[in-house]
């Protein structure tokens, strides 16, 4: 079915929905052509079904939305007292087992846009394969998105200036305690959910919320045990960016939030120029972040590589902050390698006594590792090595939960403010913790300055400093080793 003029109205769409064994193509095109679907009815989801089955055998449905036309699903869903009547089903591609959805929207002026209480977009679910394409300037928006989950398969490809967005324009949370919430986006959600994102080509990917109306923009990848989700973000002026607005607190708590593995496995390749940014109050970007206090042991990942850019920037507020590996059992890396790759933590704002802002954490409670390589650099007010993580293998000595390496003309420089509150680098603080930091070659440098720019080995756990091969460790201020740690050695 094609249609390529006119406006309508209508219940719903379905492209390959319940058809057992068969598939459907629906074609909406040109600048002139606007769908709205949803009857308005209490309840009614405003649906939109590509290769979805309930039971009927597996369906297949393809959904073009081309030349600048319109499709805008909006349901009417209420709260009942129990759920959102309505809600959470706007558009899905890909459910149900063996089945297969492609929704392309392509071109500028084209979009699709979900809305209403709870309105969200699902790609790939109950053991069906989802893909959403959103190129050449193209717009898609809804308040939930979900990539591949509860054993389904999603991916969802924005390039050619193509802009997905996660906004409060769509509406808010349906169920009462979370109308306050900003929009969230999951990759790989669910016991065998698997969910891809890749961008390209000047991509726009944005997670936001709406100031004075909800807070806690949330992008995750991974979120249950079992579950997995990846990333590849490459290409200059391709952006994904988490975006607080305003202060947090006021409608949700919590600022912008990037997690790279909560419960499951998450890892997010940023190369070739491509940029991403956690933005505003409280922003915090998390690598192996557990989930109900575990996590699955495969470690999670991101890689910064060729003269890509991930910027941490609470801005005017505070609480801009990295955290790897943060509850017990959990393993988390970051890889920052290349010239112009960069990894920065940083904020404007200045207080004393805040001993967070700033901050990367390698190995808060599990096994967290930062690499950096080839001229890679690294920037924030202070680094901590092994907060409570504990010896990976005890039959190993020198083998941390935690670890740096610095090498090959890689460069971490950390700048405290002010002179009590930031720390510089501190190795193996909590008790029974064990963290190394590694300094190896010609041009490779850790640099703490500022009023509190220290070196602090060992504080009540066992830390080591190895500096070798002509690599460098400079202070502003004092270098301090407790009788538990290695010093510092050249």
Do not use: C
């Amino acid at each position: 079915m094609t249609i390529d003029s006119g406006a309508y109205n209508t219940g719903y769409i379905g492209s390959g929905y319940n058809a057992s064994g068969l598939s459907g193509i629906v074609t909406i095109t040109g600048p002139l052509t606007s769908v709205d679907v949803g009857d308005g009815a209490p309840g009614s989801s405003g649906g939109i079904y590509v290769g979805v089955s309930t039971g009927y055998g597996p369906a297949y449905g393809n959904l073009y939305i081309t030349s600048g036309a319109s499709v805008v699903s909006t349901n009417s869903g209420y709260w009942n007292g129990s759920y959102v009547v309505g809600g959470y089903d706007n558009v899905k591609a890909g459910f149900g087992a063996g089945s297969y959805g492609y929704i392309t929207v392509d071109g500028a002026g084209s979009e699709l846009i979900a809305q209403g209480a709870s309105a969200r977009i699902t790609i790939g679910r109950y053991g069906g394969l989802g893909e959403l394409q959103v190129s050449n300037g193209a717009l898609v928006e809804t308040l939930i998105l979900d990539v591949g989950r509860d054993g389904g398969i999603g991916g969802v490809n924005i390039f050619g200036g193509g802009t997905l967005r996660i906004t409060n324009d769509s509406g808010l949370w349906g169920a009462p305690g979370y109308e306050g919430q900003a929009g969230i986006a999951t990759f790989g959600r669910g016991a065998g959910g698997n969910g891809l994102l890749l961008m390209s080509s000047g991509g726009q990917f944005i997670v936001e919320n709406t100031d004075g109306l909800t807070d806690t923009p949330i992008l995750r990848f991974g979120r249950d045990s079992g579950s997995a989700g990846y990333a590849y973000i490459s290409g200059a002026g391709t952006e994904l960016n988490v975006i607080q607005h305003g202060a947090q607190g006021d409608d949700y708590s919590g600022g912008s939030i990037l997690n790279i593995g909560e419960g499951g496995l998450g890892i997010v390749n940023v190369s070739d120029g491509a940029q991403i940014n956690v933005l505003g109050d409280q922003a915090l970007l998390q690598i192996a972040r557990g989930r109900n206090g575990s996590a699955d042991s495969i470690e999670s990942q991101l890689n910064i590589t060729g003269g890509a850019d991930v910027l941490v920037d609470s801005q005017g507020y505070q609480g801009a902050g990295i955290r790897v590996a943060r509850v017990a059992g959990s393993n988390g890396a970051i890889l920052v390698d290349g010239a112009g790759s960069t990894l920065t933590v940083t904020s404007s704002s200045d207080v004393a006594g805040d001993y967070g802002t700033g901050s990367i954490v390698i190995g808060e409670n599990g096994e967290g590792t930062l690499e950096v390589f080839n001229g890679g650099a690294v920037e924030a007010r202070s680094l901590r090595v092994g907060q409570n993580s504990p010896l990976t293998d005890p039959d190993t000595p020198g083998l941390g939960a935690a670890e740096v390496t610095i090498a090959l003309g890689g460069t971490v420089t950390l700048t405290a403010l002010d002179s009590t509150a930031y720390r510089g680098l501190q190795v193996a603080t909590g008790v029974g913790s064990y963290g190394v930091v590694n300094i190896d070659g010609e041009g490779s440098s850790l640099i703490s300055q500022g009023g509190a720019g220290r070196f602090e080995v060992g504080r009540y756990g066992t830390g080591r400093v190895n500096i070798t091969n002509g690599g460098d460790a400079t202070s502003s201020s004092t270098a301090r080793s407790s009788t538990r740690s290695a010093r510092p050695r050249s």
